[in-house]
């Protein structure tokens, strides 16, 4: 199959383009192989390319034209064919933007998901092109690719403002070693050319003829190339020298894109702007994790990077459900494995890596921040950044956290919808526990609880949450007051759930709501049960346990029913 015609003919007339791949199952396969480049296991780099290459080939021939198909064929034929792979997949994505731009998959109103494919190839192109080092290639082979590459710069920022701009892309093409231009042959010196060079060799001093007498022939000769030597070279072989070019040494990094010195004339100057300037960033975000991982700045500048230009939820289909595709689950176990068995550095580094590539999987942020905290006090600014800015992008986005990946598979776990209340300031339990809600009498007099809730809150901001968990439950078992039972589990659940632990808190869980309903707590003190409720649905709601799941929606009604209000803050979460 002709690679090069992949991006020019058509699949059939009547359908220039094809139709939509995402269900054909040499896609899936496809994706599948992709996959496999997400998962922090031993699968990892075992990605079969020369098949991804064969099916990508077969889909864009005989199926469709898909951009994403495209930007993965062309990473195949990096890794199998290397720098002619470069040129053939860059001239087959420019050839699809040339010639089907208007309905290739996917479609254009799916913007995002064609300047997604897109950047895809393009930071993988970028990793090649700055990693290679031999061999050298030919002089007009790495013209070839910068001008196709110029070529589809050009047709994408008339076709796409959000696309990536490829001119750093090309300056680092520079950096390719290039092999040395053959010079011209020069035509074969005269006769007497020759007879003119014997006299400059006789003209020597006598101390060289008194060798060369001394040391018979040999040394005659070896006398005479050291005269040829001293001179340069005999001439013919000077006029060479002159014109031939150096040998190709590795060229130096290109000089960073300048910086805009005015101000944009227009929408699509300032976007192509923001676009090289969030490339720049994405760099000094990889560099600063890479030198110092405690750096705070390093997770914000990658989360700027990844999240600056978001401004809308995705599309939104049935159920909360969002065409995106979802991650790989054996991403997410390998990352729980890894912070279990205190991996937490190649864990950190592992989820910051696909921040870009998952930019809705909001649990990539709280695995983050639990690898830091775990960490210590060293990596504590750190991991207060990531909170921050997790925050803050979760408030400018509301409802983010409801929504899921094409498969169902939330954005947040039950684990993450905690972190985000209590990093958001929208989980207020905590506080009612301390001081009972608002209107409502605090603890009875006696109570030990308050006491105790504030040495537990110390030891969990000393991350000593093991020793906070020993403290409530010891409590628990202890206390003499009903009420104050009740107060000391609600702080224990509270606490696990907090510590990324919400399966250790289900049966503390089930306990509470048990109690509410053996002492009928919501007829006689309903602000107090108002907050065992509250951690009990938010518990239950998404937890892996069919049978909790499926009773969160009886204790939501039951909050509505004390405090419409409150049900009505805790439905959107």
């Excluded at 079969?48 to 930007?71: P, Q, T, Y």
């Excluded at 950096?175 to 020069?186: D, F, G, L």
């Excluded at 050291?226 to 072989?237: F, I, M, Q, T, W």
């Excluded at 029913?561 to 409150?566: C, M």
Aim: aromatic share 6%; hydrophobic share 40%.
């Amino acid at each position: 199959m002709d690679i090069l015609s992949l991006g020019k003919t058509p699949i059939r007339q009547e359908a220039p383009t094809g139709e939509d791949t995402t269900y054909l199952p040499e896609f899936e396969e496809i994706q599948n192989e992709i996959d496999k480049l997400s998962v922090v296991s031993e699968q990892a780099g075992q990605v079969d390319w020369d098949r991804v290459l064969e099916l990508g080939a077969v889909l864009l021939a005989e199926k469709s034209k898909n951009l994403l198909v495209a930007a993965y064929m062309a990473e195949a034929l990096i890794k199998t064919r290397q720098f002619e792979g470069l040129q053939q997949g860059t001239q087959v994505l420019k050839d699809l933007v040339e010639n089907y731009w208007d309905t290739l998959f996917p479609p254009k109103k799916r913007k995002k998901g064609r300047i997604n494919a897109l950047k895809w190839w393009y930071d993988r192109a970028e990793k090649f092109i700055n990693d290679y080092q031999s061999p050298a290639q030919p002089a007009e082979a790495v013209d070839d690719i910068k001008k196709t590459l110029s070529d589809l710069d050009g047709l994408l920022a008339e076709k796409a403002d959000d696309a990536p701009m490829l001119r750093p892309l090309i300056q680092h093409v520079d950096k390719i070693p290039v092999e040395a231009r053959q010079p011209e042959p020069e035509p074969q010196p005269e006769p007497e050319i020759e007879a003119e060079a014997q006299p400059e060799a006789e003209a020597q001093p006598q101390t060289a003829g008194a060798a060369a007498e001394a040391g018979g022939g040999d040394t005659d000769q070896e006398a005479a190339k050291e005269k040829v030597r001293d001179a340069g070279g005999p001439p013919e072989e000077k006029q060479a020298q002159q014109k031939a070019p150096k040998p190709a040494e590795p060229a130096p990094a290109p000089p960073a894109p300048p910086a805009m010195t005015q101000a944009p004339e227009s929408d699509r100057d300032a976007k192509k702007a923001l676009n090289a300037s969030l490339d720049t960033l994405g760099r000094l975000a990889r560099y600063y994790l890479k030198i110092n991982d405690a750096n705070p700045m390093a997770y914000r500048l990658n989360r700027i990077y990844a999240w600056l230009t978001v401004d809308a939820l995705p599309l939104v289909q049935e159920e909360n459900k969002t065409p995106l595709p979802p991650p790989d689950p054996a991403v997410k176990s390998a990352l729980e494995d890894q912070l279990a068995a205190g991996d937490c550095q190649n864990a950190v580094a592992a989820a910051e890596a696909r921040l870009r590539e998952h930019l809705f999987w909001l649990d990539l942020n709280r695995m983050a921040a639990r690898g830091l905290e775990a960490l210590g006090a060293k990596y504590e600014p750190a991991q207060e950044m990531i909170c921050r800015e997790t925050a803050m992008f979760v408030k400018r986005l509301p409802g983010l956290e409801n929504l899921a990946f094409s498969d169902g598979t939330p954005f947040c776990d039950s684990q993450t919808r905690q972190w985000l209340n209590s990093i958001t300031g929208a989980d207020t339990a905590q506080q009612e526990v301390l001081s009972g809600p608002a209107g409502q009498a605090g603890p009875e007099t006696g109570s030990r609880h308050p006491e105790i809730e504030a040495q537990a809150g110390e030891l969990v901001k000393s991350k000593k949450t093991v020793a906070a968990v020993e403290l409530l439950q010891e409590q628990l078992a202890s206390c003499s007051s009903g009420r104050d039972a009740l107060l000391f589990r609600i702080s224990l659940c509270r606490v696990l759930i907090n510590a990324g632990r919400a399966e250790l808190a289900l049966p503390q869980l089930e306990a509470l709501e048990a109690e509410i309903d053996l002492h009928g707590i919501e007829s006689w003190e309903p602000g107090l049960a108002l907050q065992g409720l509250q951690l009990v649905y938010a518990g239950f709601r998404d937890c892996a346990r069919e049978r909790l799941r499926d009773r969160a929606g009886a204790v939501f009604d039951r909050i509505a029913r004390i405090n419409p209000a409150a049900a009505f803050k805790i439905s959107g979460i």
